[in-house]
């Protein structure tokens, strides 16, 4: 690279770079930075597995891994959770489900029919993500800001998520709001739905269980799938009378 430069100089005298002047120390350290990204891009494919991988901690995170112990110790607890992944089939995760006790809770794939397979909209099962900041506007001004001994602020008063969507994206479990659903139905294929033996009925989970099941989807899950959720809380589910059984999602 630096001979490469060396021919892009001007020809003269001042722009000599055989002499050992600063001009010349400072274009060899400019030639550096090419050649280490090249070195860099070249060892990618390195990152493609866990034993070989420079960003361990992403692994870690993508299967929620404790980062603790040695480097080998760590290489090889992900090895192990990337090695028993049954390559992330909504077959392998309803086994997944079933095994941790949520044997109510069914995997549901993209499409409502075929062949010709025609994927379900995504939309008739989820609802848009409400933003605290758009509660605050519908309510007196003085509400979204610190209120004095006794005062009531209004909820969500922020760009948090306000409402249960019904679906799960977000790999932290935070109140940070998910993109909404995307309208292109070409997009649509990389939705799973989980729900009762029948859909979309709900699945009834333990309201104790609820926040167990979304962390477990969300570590086994492909990174590229968005999950719809057609789960309830137990007691309201068996009951059928106050959950609203059939008309909207629990989750989020």
Known sequence: MFRLIQHLLPRALAWSTTAP?????YLLGLSAMPDQIRVFVDEVFL??????TRDLALWEKQFALNPGGSIGQRRAKVAAAWGIQGRQSPDYLQRLIHAAGFTNVYVHEWWESGPPYVA?????????PLIGLYQCETLNPWQCYSPGPGDRLAPHCDATLANDPGYLVNLDLTRRAPPPV?????????????????????APVPASRLAELKELVLTFKPAQQWIVLRVGPLEEVEGYGTSGYGTAPFGA
């Open 21 to 25: 002047k600063r001009l010349r120390a």
């Open 47 to 52: 990152d493609l597995w866990p034993e070989t």
């Open 120 to 128: 379900r909209d995504p939309r008739l099962y989820t609802s848009p």
């Open 182 to 202: 995307p309208d292109d139905p070409s997009m649509w294929p990389f939705f799973i739905y989980l729900s009762a033996a029948a859909f979309p009925e709900l």
